[in-house]
């Protein structure tokens, strides 16, 4: 381990004693350390969301492929300032009286669309649409994608707003 080295100086009385440490067990005892804090700690797993994403090539839409039908479906606009719009209606119904608002506080979202599905006519064919607006942020969309989830639908899109849409949500937004 350590060892005291007596060495006498060249023509005096002089001893001059050097002092050698060996370091081999401190390192030993390093490294031992080291792999036992490794293996007894826990490592974070990442939590993730599976998406589903379309195939790069679906093919044709077949020509009898009937559109979705409004009221099998729920469409939520992401706005600015953490606001969320939603509504049930065609192009030519939709006003601002009933593109509706709400937020994501609580459990707003799932129970929006429980009770589209629990109306839906074809609730095998319920589908959520969500939209993001340009003035919306990636948060607000990953929080929009958890509520979809926790509402436990697995028929979901996203696409961008229409035209129609983006009209009737800048008068409300104005």
Do not use: C
Not at 115 to 142: G, L, M, Q, R, W
Not at 152 to 170: A, C, F, H, L, S
């Amino acid at each position: 381990m350590a060892e005291v080295i007596a060495q006498e100086k060249q023509g005096g009385k002089q001893r001059k004693k050097l002092i050698r440490i060996d370091m081999t067990p401190m390192v030993d005892l390093g490294f031992l350390l080291i792999t036992f804090f490794m293996f007894t700690t826990n490592f974070t797993k990442p939590n993730v969301m599976d998406l589903g994403l379309p195939a790069k090539d679906p093919g044709p839409i077949p020509i009898d492929t009937p559109p979705i039908n409004e009221k099998n479906q729920i469409t939520l606009i992401l706005g600015k300032d953490d606001r969320i719009f939603y509504h049930q209606n065609s192009a030519e119904n939709l006003n601002t009286g009933n593109l509706k608002e709400t937020d994501l506080s609580g459990m707003n979202v799932p129970k929006l669309i429980a009770e589209a599905y629990k109306n839906a006519p074809k609730p095998e064919n319920f589908t959520i649409i969500i939209k993001p607006t340009d003035e919306s942020s990636y948060k607000n969309f990953v929080d929009m994608l958890d509520n979809v989830s926790i509402a436990k639908k697995e028929r979901y899109g996203v696409t961008d707003i229409k035209p129609w849409e983006q009209k009737i949500y800048n008068e409300l937004t104005k």
